[in-house]
């Protein structure tokens, strides 16, 4: 791009210095922060006061740190199944409605089976449920691509609108087992007692957070240590060279969607073994599966920083939703914001960080007549 007598570029750099691992995501959020602040500001808000407020409300005290770890880890494994896909080149665009499923999976195992099982058996059960439910809800995109080239974005996306739709129903538009039949309003029948998990004291985070975590790592460890994580790379790196040294790309195309939908339907287990209990409606409008696909997206797809960027989100919706029953109420929109702007300067500084910008004089050349 020329402006001016000067030539601006972007050089693809040779080696990335390990200081803009760190400079990027730190300078993402800080200038974040300040577009955030510039449109608290035409609220009539004070920016500066507003930001301290969420942070304290979302970061800093005991509730508020408490309750971000709570939100946080519905949102750990879908931001996982995203880039555990992502990382091959696979598109599962679908977390949204395989979470769904794994609400009503592990729902059904934690009221028809939770209740002849042994208390240390029935919460694994439930949460295998979910896993698997999860699974299959992705199986028929993860056949059409193996198989077919089929796109697994659009076909895995379609489907969220029929999960969505099928969990409504089973609350709003029948009288089946998901169903609470002792009250006259709609809504989820708890699941077994046993198959439930009990919070840490009075707050809002449940052991699932401990799963979580330890998967994470777990799935990190297991990426960078086993011939399936090298299979893999080597896949998302070069199809062709892939397939010349014998690898399937049908099974591992298989393999990695198939676990993806499993760590969502995961994410919707622990909703249910949680804070829910059941199949709740209301989790329908917090959008925890798309969340997920940006978190992972902020986490440039390593499973550690999925952990760190899940609590930065949920920190976010937590203080932002703190910030409507102060004495003077901040629109929830701030907080959509923030994390939008999050996500923007962490994509832009990825091109920084991945190229060198470089600035030329153009040399004028002068043609005599």
């Given amino acids: 791009m020329i402006i001016g007598n000067y030539r601006i570029e972007l050089e693809p750099r040779l080696s990335t210095p390990k200081w803009l691992y760190a400079a990027?995501?730190?300078?993402?959020?800080?200038?974040?922060?300040?577009?955030?602040?510039?449109?608290?500001?035409l609220t009539g808000h004070s920016p500066i006061g507003t930001l301290?407020?969420?942070?304290?409300?979302?970061?800093?005290?005991?509730?508020?740190?408490?309750?971000?770890?709570?939100?946080?880890?519905?949102?750990?494994?879908?931001?996982?199944a995203a880039a555990f896909a992502f990382r091959m080149n696979l598109f599962n665009i679908g977390e949204e409605g395989q979470m769904y499923l794994g609400m009503i999976g592990s729902a059904w195992a934690g009221i028809v089976l939770a209740g002849h099982l042994p208390g240390f058996v029935a919460v694994p059960m439930v949460l295998l449920f979910g896993a698997l439910?999860?699974?299959?809800?992705?199986?028929?995109?993860?056949?059409?691509?193996?198989?077919?080239?089929?796109?697994?974005?659009?076909?895995?996306?379609?489907?969220?609108y029929v999960a969505l739709n099928l969990v409504n129903y089973f609350i709003f538009g029948s009288r089946g087992i998901f169903r609470d039949p002792t009250t006259s309003f709609p809504q989820g029948r708890l699941i077994e007692e046993s198959a439930r998990l009990g919070s840490f004291g009075t707050t809002r985070t449940y052991p699932t957070v401990l799963i979580a975590v330890a998967l994470a790592i777990g799935l990190?460890?297991?990426?960078?240590r086993s011939n399936y994580g090298y299979e893999t790379s080597v896949f998302a790196d070069s199809p062709n060279t892939a397939r010349y040294a014998g690898m399937s790309?049908?099974?591992?195309?298989?393999?990695?969607?198939?676990?993806?939908?499993?760590?969502?339907?995961?994410?919707?287990?622990?909703?249910?073994?949680?804070?829910?209990?059941?199949?709740?409606?209301?989790?329908?409008?917090?959008?925890?599966?798309?969340?997920?696909?940006?978190?992972?997206?902020?986490?440039?797809?390593n499973f550690v920083a999925v952990i760190l960027t899940a609590i930065l989100f949920a920190g976010l919706r937590e203080g932002g939703a703190s910030l409507q029953i102060s004495s003077n109420p901040v629109p929830?929109?701030?907080?959509?914001?923030?994390?939008?702007?999050?996500?923007?300067?962490?994509?832009?500084?990825?091109?920084?960080?991945?190229?060198?910008l470089r600035i030329r004089r153009v040399q004028q050349v002068s043609v005599a007549s």
Avoid: H
């Fill in 249 to 301: 790309s049908t099974k591992l195309t298989l393999s990695v969607l198939l676990f993806s939908g499993a760590l969502a339907g995961l994410a919707g287990s622990m909703y249910v073994v949680g804070p829910a209990g059941k199949v709740d409606p209301g989790l329908l409008q917090i959008g925890l599966g798309y969340a997920g696909i940006v978190v992972a997206a902020l986490a440039r797809y």
């Fill in 133 to 160: 439910c999860g699974a299959l809800w992705v199986l028929l995109p993860a056949v059409l691509r193996a198989k077919l080239g089929t796109s697994e974005i659009v076909s895995s996306l379609l489907l969220n």
């Fill in 24 to 41: 990027v995501p730190a300078l993402s959020l800080l200038f974040a922060f300040v577009v955030g602040g510039v449109f608290i500001g």
């Fill in 332 to 356: 929830i929109s701030i907080a959509v914001v923030l994390q939008g702007s999050v996500l923007l300067f962490a994509l832009g500084g990825e091109v920084f960080r991945r190229n060198r």
């Fill in 52 to 80: 301290s407020l969420l942070i304290e409300r979302g970061y800093a005290s005991t509730k508020g740190i408490t309750n971000t770890l709570g939100s946080a880890t519905p949102l750990i494994c879908t931001g996982l």
């Fill in 220 to 224: 990190y460890w297991f990426m960078k």
